[in-house]
T-cell receptor, first 115, second 114 residues
Framework: EPEVTQTPSHQVTQMGQEVILRCVPISNHLYFYWYRQILGQKVEFLVS????????KSEIFDDQFSVERPDGSNFTLKIRSTKLEDSAMYFC?????????????FGSGTRLTVV | DQQVKQNSPSLSVQEGRISILNCDYTNSMFDYFLWYKKYPAEGPTFLIS?????DKNEDGRFTVFLNKSAKHLSLHIVPSQPGDSAVYFC?????????????FGTGTRLTIIP
């Protein structure tokens, strides 16, 4: 069964450093998303991406965050200057259409720890 | 701002019996609802969805019921199996063009007792 692949599985970074979280969505999917889950809290929407541009973003997704689909297969989330409160599991997801009958396929996540 | 609530943080059910997971929402604009299952160290896995124009959707052992007037939905798993032990998330969205944000509940940890 096709999967959404995320790398790395765990990233530790110093506060103020830049991190790039990588995702390979399912190949025939057209819609891409990033979500995050702070430990003990609910899964929260960050951003959606379609047709090479952001289609929606949450209030969490401020100027420190950016997304890119650099080569037609990877989908990346960059955090320019990490803060302690950015520590969370970050999930990438993709979907092939907007019928929602199939839900979104999530990756296994990247655990980001900011120290 | 808890627009989607799962008031039971945990639930234990005997193997073979019915598991009923509940979810309430406050935003009447939500028109699509999804259930996800999550194992530790994995991402959420889609289980079943329902549009607000329906009141029931069934897929194998999983049935989702929607009561729009009560702003309540539930997931029924029959019969429950040990592999169903996981955290279950209810999620909702407003499916107008350009709005694809899923709003998740806090999850219910289901434990199936053999």
């Amino acid at each position: 069964e096709p999967e959404v692949t995320q790398t790395p599985s765990h990233q530790v970074t110093q506060m103020g450093q830049e991190v790039i979280l990588r995702c390979v969505p399912i190949s025939n999917h057209l819609y891409f998303y990033w979500y995050r889950q702070i430990l003990g809290q609910k899964v929260e929407f960050l951003v959606s991406f379609y047709n090479n541009e952001i289609s929606e973003k949450s209030e969490i997704f401020d100027d420190q965050f950016s997304v890119e689909r650099p080569d037609g297969s990877n989908f990346t989330l960059k955090i320019r200057s990490t803060k302690l409160e950015d520590s969370a599991m970050y999930f990438c997801a993709s979907s092939r259409d907007r019928s929602f009958n199939y839900g979104y396929t999530f990756g296994s996540g990247t655990r980001l720890t900011v120290v | 701002d808890q627009q989607v609530k799962q008031n039971s943080p945990s639930l234990s059910v005997q193997e073979g019996r019915i598991s009923i997971l509940n979810c309430d929402y406050t935003n009447s604009m939500f028109d699509y609802f999804l259930w996800y299952k999550k194992y530790p160290a994995e991402g959420p896995t889609f289980l079943i969805s329902i549009s607000s124009i329906k009141d029931k959707n069934e897929d194998g052992r999983f049935t989702v019921f929607l009561n729009k007037s009560a702003k309540h939905l539930s997931l029924h798993i029959v019969p429950s199996q040990p592999g169903d032990s996981a955290v279950y998330f209810c999620a909702a969205l407003i499916s107008n063009f350009g709005n694809e944000k899923l709003t998740f509940g806090t999850g219910t940890r289901l434990t199936i007792i053999p």
